[in-house]
């Protein structure tokens, strides 16, 4: 009877003791995993990362291909530039 007005009224660092008694129990009950035993862990509470990576489909890299520039285009494509940067140092 004792025990029973223990559980229901007094409490343990500020919680009911009812709720650290259940806490306790469940503690001890349920099995722990240790990850340092690997032996001993079983593939039902374990996510492989392997099949994880390969559920993954991983998205191809584009390909770029070089353009293939004439002489004259380099030529053309210098003046533009030096065009643009004489506009550019008159303005600012």
């Known amino acids: 009877m004792l025990s029973v007005a ?4 007094a409490k343990i660092q ?3 003791a009812y709720t ?4 306790a129990v469940k ?3 349920q099995p722990k995993a240790f990850v340092w035993k690997k032996d001993e862990l079983t ?11 390969e559920n ?8 770029k291909e070089a353009k293939i520039l004439s002489l004259e285009e ?3 494509l210098a003046k533009k530039l030096d065009k643009e940067e ?6 600012g």
Do not use: C, H
């Open 20 to 23: 650290v008694a259940l806490a």
């Open 56 to 63: 993954q489909k991983q998205p191809e890299p584009e390909k």
């Open 6 to 9: 223990f559980l229901m009224f």
């Open 74 to 76: 380099i030529r053309e």
């Open 86 to 91: 004489e506009n550019d140092l008159e303005s």
């Open 27 to 29: 503690y001890f009950w």
């Open 43 to 53: 593939s039902e509470n374990i996510y492989y990362e392997s099949t994880r990576k």
């Open 14 to 16: 500020g919680k009911q």
